[in-house]
């Protein structure tokens, strides 16, 4: 027997489709696409006040006799003082229109519809010092959220404020809108928010009875104008409006009671959408529960066999757990955590950990005596640093054969780089800053430029070499990668350099090692700061990571580059398939408009769509 729930879904799928206009393969596009459903909502709102939303009816009084109205409306307010006297409204020419409008309809500019259009009070009548706790709410953008009005407590006026800009006073049913940042954010003024003030950064739309204010909400948030508002709207960093910009724009006017069937069936339809949005969440969430599941029987095997159902459940059902890019980056965390557990390679008998961390004691040794520790302030630093006690292990469980160090005593060199910003030019050495490391790469294509003589000075301490781990201490905290075969770099602030003997301690796996989500939650308690996390040199020193044989070492970094590149092939997939469904979204978006805006019904088949994009 049908279910209740696939009913519903099929009622809302035959009310969208005779709506819009979509075949069922796009309306199965839009909504699966990245961002479908908010092109389906933005093509609900064009067709709605383009006219093709809803049929016309030759009875309903033409909206040329709302206008009229309107316009002895508007005068009578004048007379009263209610008002100001708007400016000269330029008149519609032909080329301004695109289209003769739907039966029963007429274009009009914004001022002509409106009773009024009113900015906000400007900074030089309203300060800081007028706020007060408990009064009237001031309606600045920030207070407009998903088309509602919600006042912040904090910024209120009180009655002589209130009563000294009384020109910028809300009523019911004035459409509220921010005038700079976001275009065509805006809000129906309710009955309960009559008197609130319109703050400085907002303007409000004042209409008559003739008027649905959620039509004209609709008609502000509709793609094209919101389009029109961002192409006309002034400022050099942020947008904005003004009376001229708004009141030119061209309003398409239906009959009042058309305008109140299309309010109703875009209500009907945007509660369809959050219905199809809800069910999508619900499908994801169940879908995000099977992943963590499956990470977490990976994560918590104690045995081969367990490790080897848990792996196999994860490669079976890859596509199915992991369908989005985002899932895949706790696939990545998962491989490098079993990296580090030792769950990915067999073990060795030839050496362990604690050999390693000898041999790097004694090559480290040799080299600090081949310096005289009176000239030489690298090897006495390191030699002092040496002295201190090793940091207590991690309580984490390891192999037997490996061993917990910190980073001080598990490489051979850990220098911090010169604190200060290195002096740019153009052309010459790369300077390598902390927002060119990422995921375990330096990144080289987008960096600034020193001199010779400034890389000499800034790399006193340790020229960076190939093999060489950089980690960032701060902003952000904890990236790594290593520096590319041949690069010749500078390293600039909040970064330090990690040198190992390589053939005792691979930088590879020391880039594993730092990558791992243990490790990254040990840095992270280690961190100062309570907005900026960052790290002191002592701090990152004492960082632990544990130590396999450098065969595991080198077993490990292999099974790590083959799996990663599983993923990265699978994420590859994912990517192509979420442009592939946004563009097709896209795509049907227009077509649908084009063919309600030459209202011949020509719609392109959603096949037809999907081969051309995809081709």
Known sequence: MTSVASETERGIRTLILGATGLGIDGLAVMAEAVGGLAHLRELILELAVTGHLMPQNAED???????????????????????????????????????????????????????????????????????????????????????????????????????????????????????????????????????????????????????????????????????????????????????????????GLPPLAEQKRIVTKVDQLMALCDDLEAKQNKKRDLAAQSTRSALTALTTAETADALGRAWERICGGLTLLFGDVASLTDLRRTILGLACRGLLTARTVSSDGRSVLDAVERRRKEWIAHHDLRDDSEASRLAKRLEQAEPQAPAASIP????????????????????????????????????????????????????????????????????????TR????????????????????????????PELVDPGYLLVALREPAFQERMSRAALGSTVKHLRVGDVENLMIPIPPIEEQRQIIAKVETLMALVDDLEAKLRKQEETATRLAESLAAAVAAAAENNDGSLVGDREICHSVID
């Open 61 to 251: 009084e033409p909206a040329s006799k709302l206008l009229s109205r309107i316009e002895a409306a508007r005068s009578n307010a004048i007379a009263r003082g209610e008002i100001e006297k708007p400016g000269r409204t330029s008149p519609i020419q032909e080329g301004d229109i695109p289209t003769d409008p739907p039966v029963g309809w007429v274009w009009a500019r914004l001022a002509q519809a409106a009773l009024c259009v009113q900015i906000g009070p400007f900074g030089s009548l309203l300060h800081q010092a007028d706020y007060v706790h408990g009064g009237t709410p001031l309606i600045n953008p920030a207070n407009i959220w998903d088309g509602a009005i919600v006042p912040d407590q904090k910024k209120t006026v009180a009655s002589a404020t209130l009563k000294r800009l009384a020109l910028y006073r809300l009523r019911a049913g004035d459409v509220v809108m921010g005038r700079r940042g976001e275009m065509g954010k805006c809000a129906v003024v309710l009955p309960q928010q009559d008197g609130w003030l319109c703050g400085t950064g907002s303007l409000f739309v004042r209409i008559t009875e003739d008027i649905d204010s959620r039509f004209m909400a609709s008609w502000l948030r509709s793609p094209s104008i919101r389009n029109a508002l961002q192409a006309a709207s002034v400022g050099s960093t942020m947008s904005n409006l003004n009376l001229r910009i708004l009141g030119d724009l061209i309003l």
């Open 474 to 501: 701060e902003a952000p905290m904890g990236e790594c990668g290593l520096v590319p075969p041949g690069a010749k770099l500078c390293m600039g602030q909040r970064m330090m350099l990690l040198r190992t003997f």
């Open 400 to 471: 037997p054969s490996w061993a917990w160090a910190s980073l001080l005593r598990s490489c051979w060199r850990v220098v911090d780089c010169h604190n200060k910003t290195a002096p740019y030019q153009t052309g010459g050495i790369p300077l390598v800053r902390t927002t060119n490391i990422r995921d375990g790469r330096v990144l080289l294509e987008n960096t600034r430029f020193v001199s010779k003589e400034t890389f000499e000075f800034w790399s006193r301490r340790c020229r960076p070499e190939q093999g060489d781990v950089l980690f």
